[in-house]
């Protein structure tokens, strides 16, 4: 199943979707609504949403509350983004300027406050304190994370543990908690919605590791951005930490440098260095194996087209090259 399929199945829930959040955006601040509407409408896959209406469908969802819920999981990332491209001094996303460049660090990091409570707004909407409970702990923990990706930013002592626990925070924890809210609104018994949590931690977890090699092995057109971003800010991912761990002296001396003092002027030599000591391959096995257990996950939900698109959702997350 291709990712148009997937799509196609709750094609006109992403209808509702898209319509929702652009009647969410409005504003009588101009600005608030220009920059959210520029990174919102931007493009990209809408994962995270397309992931909360499968697994509300999955989960016998009688009501439209699934969209809404859908919306908010796209505006808490949309706001990630835009505070994080700040904090990164980022220039491009998804192949053109990001909001910071065009509308300056001030207006990015404030429409992204703006996008957070808005988000809130929409869960009192929805009814239900334990949406509420859910989203709440998630973001705190989404915005620690952001604070621990920052402390290790530019230290080569960065482990492996202390990696895997970034990326849980920052990117899985969303997939979680949206997968789980969509079990809540739908009124799914408890089994079915720790497999869906579940379902949506691995995800996430397969998700970012992906994206962490990509970063190495993909074709920037496709990306959107220059390869080696994570280098130049001084990020120490799986693939450098393996390396760092498996190469030769030289190697582990030259990527340490590099993510110490930041910059990508040896992105060359040192993507030779993780392909010799197979730190993409090592990253893409860890990622396939975060996959499988997503989709091993989906054990308790009961057996459907919505569920298997869940599935296909995980292969697509380790397969895609963008």
């Given at each position: 199943?291709?990712?148009?399929?997937?799509?196609?199945?709750?094609?006109?829930?992403?209808?509702?979707?898209?319509?929702?959040?652009?009647?969410?955006?409005?504003?009588?601040?101009?600005?608030?609504?220009?920059?959210?509407?520029?990174?919102?409408?931007?493009?990209?896959?809408?994962?995270?949403?397309?992931?909360?209406?499968?697994?509300?469908?999955?989960a016998g969802i009688a009501d439209e509350r699934h969209v809404r819920a859908a919306a908010i999981i796209e505006f808490i990332h949309t706001a990630t983004l835009l505070h994080d491209d700040v904090v990164d001094e980022s220039h491009q996303r998804r192949g053109r300027n990001t909001a910071n460049e065009v509308f300056g660090n001030a207006?990015?990091?404030?429409?992204?406050?703006?996008?957070?409570?808005?988000?809130?707004?929409?869960?009192?909407?929805?009814?239900?304190?334990?949406?509420?409970?859910?989203?709440?702990?998630?973001?705190?923990?989404?915005?620690?994370?952001?604070?621990?990706?920052?402390?290790?930013?530019?230290?080569?002592?960065?482990?492996?543990?202390?990696?895997?626990?970034?990326?849980?925070?920052?990117?899985?924890?969303?997939?979680?908690?949206?997968?789980?809210?969509?079990?809540?609104?739908?009124?799914?018994?408890?089994?079915?919605?720790?497999?869906?949590?579940?379902?949506?931690?691995?995800?996430?977890?397969?998700?970012?590791?992906?994206?962490?090699?990509?970063?190495?092995?993909?074709?920037?057109?496709?990306?959107?951005?220059?390869?080696?971003?994570?280098?130049?800010?001084?990020?120490?991912?799986?693939?450098?930490?393996?390396?760092?761990?498996?190469?030769?002296?030289?190697?582990?001396?030259?990527?340490?440098?590099?993510?110490?003092?930041?910059?990508?002027?040896?992105?060359?030599?040192?993507?030779?260095?993780?392909?010799?000591?197979?730190?993409?391959?090592?990253?893409?096995?860890?990622?396939?194996?975060?996959?499988?257990?997503?989709?091993?996950?989906?054990?308790?939900?009961?057996?459907s087209a919505f569920r298997e698109a869940l599935a296909a959702l995980a292969e697509f997350a380790v397969t895609r090259s963008s």
């Amino acid at each position: 199943m291709q990712l148009n399929d997937i799509r196609a199945l709750v094609a006109g829930d992403l209808k509702q979707v898209d319509a929702e959040i652009r009647r969410q955006l409005s504003s009588d601040v101009a600005m608030v609504s220009q920059v959210a509407e520029y990174i919102v409408g931007g493009g990209g896959k809408r994962l995270r949403p397309l992931m909360v209406l499968l697994a509300a469908r999955a989960a016998g969802i009688a009501d439209e509350r699934h969209v809404r819920a859908a919306a908010i999981i796209e505006f808490i990332h949309t706001a990630t983004l835009l505070h994080d491209d700040v904090v990164d001094e980022s220039h491009q996303r998804r192949g053109r300027n990001t909001a910071n460049e065009v509308f300056g660090n001030a207006a990015s990091v404030l429409v992204g406050d703006f996008l957070y409570s808005r988000s809130f707004q929409m869960m009192v909407d929805i009814g239900a304190m334990r949406v509420m409970d859910v989203m709440a702990n998630a973001t705190n923990t989404i915005a620690a994370g952001e604070v621990l990706q920052l402390m290790n930013a530019g230290d080569p002592e960065t482990t492996e543990e202390r990696y895997l626990e970034v990326i849980y925070r920052k990117t899985a924890r969303l997939f979680e908690s949206g997968a789980q809210v969509a079990a809540i609104v739908a009124g799914a018994p408890p089994p079915v919605e720790n497999s869906l949590a579940g379902y949506g931690r691995h995800l996430g977890n397969a998700f970012q590791l992906v994206d962490d090699a990509l970063d190495y092995r993909g074709d920037a057109a496709e990306l959107g951005k220059n390869l080696g971003d994570d280098l130049a800010e001084g990020k120490p991912t799986l693939p450098l930490i393996h390396a760092m761990r498996h190469g030769t002296p030289a190697q582990s001396s030259m990527i340490r440098r590099a993510i110490a003092e930041g910059g990508s002027h040896e992105f060359g030599p040192i993507r030779a260095a993780i392909e010799s000591t197979g730190g993409l391959d090592y990253t893409a096995r860890l990622a396939r194996s975060e996959a499988d257990l997503a989709i091993r996950a989906l054990a308790d939900v009961p057996g459907s087209a919505f569920r298997e698109a869940l599935a296909a959702l995980a292969e697509f997350a380790v397969t895609r090259s963008s």
